[in-house]
């Protein structure tokens, strides 16, 4: 079991995958990093579901947290909505995390 991140592009009905989190930390913290071809300019609504190691690639609906991704503005500079998804995100969650 894992836990894999989503995101809603503009315009799209269909979520696209940001990969699979990871924990660096030890501790209840995960990231994930999306380098890929689709725009993400003005994406905002992210998923988090517990996947089954089995293959299939699509989303499955075990969803364990959603949220929404907001700019960040550093050093005077205001990046775009696709910079600011490796940085910052809240997200909440109706019940308690399972761990994979």
Request: proline content about 7%; hydrophobic content about 35%; overall charge negative.
């Amino acid at each position: 079991m894992f836990y894999e991140a989503w995101i809603m592009p503009s315009g799209s009905a269909t979520p696209l995958s940001l990969g699979h989190l990871q924990n660096r930390f030890g501790d209840v913290r995960h990231s994930v990093t999306y380098e890929g071809e689709v725009d993400l300019d003005g994406a905002t609504d992210v998923t988090v579901t517990l996947e089954a190691d089995d293959g299939d690639p699509s989303m499955s609906r075990t969803v364990v947290a959603t949220g929404k991704l907001k700019p960040v503005s550093r050093q005077g500079i205001t990046p775009t909505m696709s910079e600011a998804a490796t940085r910052s995100a809240a997200f909440t969650s109706s019940r308690n995390p399972v761990a994979p």
